[in-house]
């Protein structure tokens, strides 16, 4: 039962906290401050507390806040502070209208990175499979793979 | 009432050190996807959490002479980009492409998905047609279990609690190169597999020589279709013939009523998927 301690760096600050055993990574990340991050599901069905863990993407209600210790987190809003890409995408999911209220957003950008990051083109279906574990009850999509589709064209021209 | 401690381990010595003195209370961590909704749904509340997600010397691909070894860290987008996979086991890169989704393959690893041993297991069903061997160490010793072994029942598996997997191998062959992997989900993302089925044929002058053939989500376990596969070797290999064994399937699996199919639309759907994948493998 008891506490461990943890150090985090989260959006390039290190935070260092007492977190219980089966802590999830998602709400280490909230009581820490970080909203932006979403509890939606918290079983890995709906992708919008997406972060970026040592490099790669994850769901972080799915990850032990205690396996995040050393490790290096960031949000969607702290990436927005640093990441052309993560930028570029936040820009166009405004100017496509990606965004109704605004819950899935935050996981969907970081979805849309990956998908970029790893060579993805513009492509509407490859977009469609790479969002797919990221749902959203308001815009029925389109809107949301428009801006990526958007962003990915930009990006590989 | 929640009971967990955490311990971190950084190298395959000390995991299986803290196995050998937590035994029962074992409970280990890589990619956490499973066992994160087991936390939240009280499935499990008394547990020593060994966080292994870190074992680098575990995540691995090689090519041997005979065989191919993936290591148990190994993560399904690894899977899905390793170029051994897609020429000595293709059934199990199509498996890791259609797993769950995109984010989740970043931190699934195959060992966790066959220890966890969920009937529905997306890279469970293709280990089995690939005839792999799960080689399983602890402080006592190393063993080799068959993966025909290695399935017990639901959340079940061979492995001691002591026991780490750290090896997962798969024989080179034509059947193996040759495999292939169907699944059937209720969507194409995020689905729990109704039916899915792996299968792998080799081919000798036209004749069946060896035919491997097995099933996720229609038994307590992955099955193999031991009927199937005895009524295709030594046989000419013709889309008729694959019409008429595919049917005998319903000989090999005994599926239940749940949320996502009846027992009986299961039966009559993996029959069809069989006769694809036989096709699909045998290129006819």
């Given at each position: 039962m008891s506490e461990i301690n943890i150090t985090v760096t989260v959006n390039g600050t290190k935070i260092n906290a007492n977190v219980k055993p089966e802590m999830n990574l998602l709400k280490f990340l909230r009581s820490q401050g970080f909203y932006d991050v979403k509890c939606g599901c918290e079983m890995g069905d709906c992708g919008t507390c997406t972060v970026i863990f040592n490099g790669s993407s994850v769901k972080s209600c799915i990850t032990l806040a205690a396996q995040a210790d050393g490790g290096t987190v960031w949000t969607n809003k702290g990436l927005g502070e640093v990441d052309e890409l993560t930028q570029k995408l936040q820009k166009a999911f405004v100017e496509h209208g990606s965004i109704q209220c605004g819950f899935c957003t935050p996981g969907m950008i970081i979805a849309g990175k990956a998908y970029i990051e790893k060579?993805?083109?513009?492509?509407r279906n490859e977009i469609k499979k790479a969002i797919s574990g990221n749902l959203?009850?308001?815009?029925?999509y389109k809107k949301i793979v428009d801006?990526?589709?958007?962003?990915?064209?930009?990006?590989?021209? | 009432m929640k009971n967990f401690s955490f311990v971190n381990v950084e190298n395959k010595a000390d995991a299986l050190e803290v196995l050998h003195r937590?035994?029962?209370?074992?409970?280990?961590?890589?990619?956490?996807t499973n066992v994160m909704p087991f936390i939240r749904y009280e499935k499990i509340n008394d547990k020593t959490l060994i966080n292994i997600r870190n074992l680098q010397e575990l995540r691995f691909i090689r090519e041997e002479e005979d065989k191919i070894e993936i290591g148990p860290l190994t993560t399904i987008y690894d899977l899905e980009n390793s170029e051994i996979i897609e020429k000595y086991a293709p059934a199990l890169r199509e498996a890791a492409q259609d797993f769950a989704d995109p984010t989740t393959r970043n931190s699934a690893t195959i060992g966790g998905n066959i220890a966890n041993a969920s009937p529905a297991a997306d890279t469970a069903t293709p280990l089995l047609a690939l005839n792999a061997v799960v080689v399983a160490e602890s402080k006592s010793g190393v063993r080799k279990i068959p993966i025909q072994e290695f399935f017990l029942g639901v959340n079940k598996t061979a492995l001691q609690c002591d026991e780490l997997i750290t090896v997962i191998e798969v024989p080179k062959n034509a059947a193996n190169s040759n495999s292939c992997f169907i699944k059937l989900g209720l969507r194409n993302a995020m689905a729990i597999s109704v039916v899915s089925v792996a299968a792998g044929v080799e081919l000798a002058e036209g004749k069946v020589?060896?035919?491997?053939?097995?099933l996720g989500?229609?038994?307590p376990t992955p099955v193999r279709a031991k009927t199937v596969e005895a009524a295709l070797v030594g046989k000419e290999f013709t889309p008729g013939l694959v019409e008429e064994t595919a049917k005998l399937v319903t000989e090999d699996i005994s599926p239940i009523d749940d949320v996502r199919a009846s027992g009986e639309y299961r039966k009559t759907v993996a029959a069809v998927l069989v006769k694809r994948a036989l096709k699909k493998s045998g290129k006819i």
């Amino acid at each position: 039962m008891s506490e461990i301690n943890i150090t985090v760096t989260v959006n390039g600050t290190k935070i260092n906290a007492n977190v219980k055993p089966e802590m999830n990574l998602l709400k280490f990340l909230r009581s820490q401050g970080f909203y932006d991050v979403k509890c939606g599901c918290e079983m890995g069905d709906c992708g919008t507390c997406t972060v970026i863990f040592n490099g790669s993407s994850v769901k972080s209600c799915i990850t032990l806040a205690a396996q995040a210790d050393g490790g290096t987190v960031w949000t969607n809003k702290g990436l927005g502070e640093v990441d052309e890409l993560t930028q570029k995408l936040q820009k166009a999911f405004v100017e496509h209208g990606s965004i109704q209220c605004g819950f899935c957003t935050p996981g969907m950008i970081i979805a849309g990175k990956a998908y970029i990051e790893k060579g993805g083109k513009p492509d509407r279906n490859e977009i469609k499979k790479a969002i797919s574990g990221n749902l959203c009850r308001c815009t029925g999509y389109k809107k949301i793979v428009d801006a990526i589709y958007d962003v990915a064209e930009q990006m590989s021209k | 009432m929640k009971n967990f401690s955490f311990v971190n381990v950084e190298n395959k010595a000390d995991a299986l050190e803290v196995l050998h003195r937590e035994k029962e209370k074992s409970c280990l961590v890589a990619g956490a996807t499973n066992v994160m909704p087991f936390i939240r749904y009280e499935k499990i509340n008394d547990k020593t959490l060994i966080n292994i997600r870190n074992l680098q010397e575990l995540r691995f691909i090689r090519e041997e002479e005979d065989k191919i070894e993936i290591g148990p860290l190994t993560t399904i987008y690894d899977l899905e980009n390793s170029e051994i996979i897609e020429k000595y086991a293709p059934a199990l890169r199509e498996a890791a492409q259609d797993f769950a989704d995109p984010t989740t393959r970043n931190s699934a690893t195959i060992g966790g998905n066959i220890a966890n041993a969920s009937p529905a297991a997306d890279t469970a069903t293709p280990l089995l047609a690939l005839n792999a061997v799960v080689v399983a160490e602890s402080k006592s010793g190393v063993r080799k279990i068959p993966i025909q072994e290695f399935f017990l029942g639901v959340n079940k598996t061979a492995l001691q609690c002591d026991e780490l997997i750290t090896v997962i191998e798969v024989p080179k062959n034509a059947a193996n190169s040759n495999s292939c992997f169907i699944k059937l989900g209720l969507r194409n993302a995020m689905a729990i597999s109704v039916v899915s089925v792996a299968a792998g044929v080799e081919l000798a002058e036209g004749k069946v020589a060896h035919a491997n053939v097995a099933l996720g989500s229609v038994a307590p376990t992955p099955v193999r279709a031991k009927t199937v596969e005895a009524a295709l070797v030594g046989k000419e290999f013709t889309p008729g013939l694959v019409e008429e064994t595919a049917k005998l399937v319903t000989e090999d699996i005994s599926p239940i009523d749940d949320v996502r199919a009846s027992g009986e639309y299961r039966k009559t759907v993996a029959a069809v998927l069989v006769k694809r994948a036989l096709k699909k493998s045998g290129k006819i």
